[in-house]
């Protein structure tokens, strides 16, 4: 805690000094000068132009989309030499000496009066007060910018309804991982397949798609949804309507007719959803069913989009609308 203080201390008196406030020649001489050091200021000044260095690189490396271990390795650099900065400012170049007494009565004017002073004598030690503000100002910007660029990066944010958009539209193709179309032939009973909309952003929360097989006579679709399943292939939301995790369990019964019927599970939180019933929830927190998505075959026996989900995508937190969209 002390050191804390100290170095407020210096950043004060760096500020005040650099704004020009001398000494008055009849100040009273609270904290002794102490000896020039311009070792010390040459290593604060580099520590503070690392430190800018390190803040603008944390912007540069964002944007190009580098590794968080990369990002976090930037940041903790740039805070470990402004702390360095701080450290040798507080040991070397700050003149501090103990007093013992007493605390003196809550505002009391005189005792601010003092502090004022100490701060201002306190950076009697410093030659090169504007060059070092001038880095410190370098320093702070730069670390500003780096913890405001993620926050900005997160979404638009005067129009946020581009977040409730879907790619999904009649006719889009369904492809897997590789970009490559998933034919109505390859899903398989028993299995559950990750698809995405062709030429579109995989990463969107509206994108990622789970695939499954039924016995046509086994689904209990709601109504209006007849046909949204060919051949007893279904498709809904990869992302859990509970918090947005991924779906990534598939629930198949082995026994009849004493193990429970197929199911989606979200192994975070176990939200379970019932496949044959339109992704209606079984079990777990999920306040709402799976969003499905309506599929038609083309020609090609491959698997494209019939129309747009059933309803909004992503966790109850994420702006859910009351009516569901239409087909």
């Keep these: ?16 000094l650099a704004q020009g406030e001398g000494r008055p020649a009849d100040e009273e001489q609270i904290v002794q000068p102490g000896p020039r050091n311009p070792g010390a200021e040459l290593a604060v000044l580099a520590l503070l132009l690392l430190t800018a260095l390190g803040g603008a690189l944390f912007v540069v490396a964002y944007a190009l989309d580098w590794s968080t271990q990369a990002l976090g390795g930037i940041l903790g650099g740039a805070l470990a030499c402004l702390a360095a900065a701080l ?16 605390y003196p009565e809550p505002e009391s004017v005189e005792e601010q009066r003092k502090v004022a002073l100490i ?24 670390l500003g910018l ?8 997160l979404g638009p944010v005067f129009d946020t309804s581009r977040l409730n958009e879907s790619p999904w539209r009649r006719g889009r193709r369904l492809v897997d991982k590789d970009g490559h179309p998933i034919a109505a032939d390859a899903i398989e009973a028993g299995a559950f397949y990750t698809a995405f909309p062709e030429g579109a952003d995989p990463k969107a929360i509206s994108a990622p798609l789970v695939l499954v097989r039924l016995d046509p006579s086994a689904l209990r679709l709601p109504r209006g949804r007849k ?8 498709a809904y ?13 598939y629930r198949t019964p082995t026994f009849e007719p ?18 044959a019933d339109g992704g209606s929830v079984l079990f777990g927190p999920a306040g709402r069913p799976l969003p499905q998505l309506p599929l038609m075959i083309d ?14 995508t992503g966790p109850a937190w994420w702006g859910v609308r009351s009516r569901e969209r239409g087909t």
């Design 1 to 16: 805690m002390k050191r804390l203080l100290t170095a407020i201390l210096a950043l004060g008196a760096l500020f005040k």
């Design 87 to 102: 450290i040798v400012t507080a040991l070397e170049l700050v003149v501090t000496e103990e007093l013992a007494g007493s």
């Design 227 to 234: 046909g949204w399943a060919p051949e007893g292939i279904l």
């Design 146 to 153: 780096a913890f405001i660029t993620p926050a900005v990066s």
């Design 119 to 142: 701060v201002r004598q306190s950076g009697s030690r410093l030659t090169r007060k504007r060059l070092l503000m001038g880095a410190a100002g370098m320093a702070g910007g730069a």
């Design 258 to 275: 004493t193990q429970p019927s197929n199911a989606l599970v979200c192994p975070c939180h176990y939200s379970t959803f019932d496949v």
């Design 299 to 312: 020609g090609a026996r491959n698997l494209r989009a019939a129309g747009d989900y059933s309803g909004p």
């Design 237 to 249: 939301s990869k992302i859990c309507t509970h918090a947005g995790c991924a779906i990534a369990l």
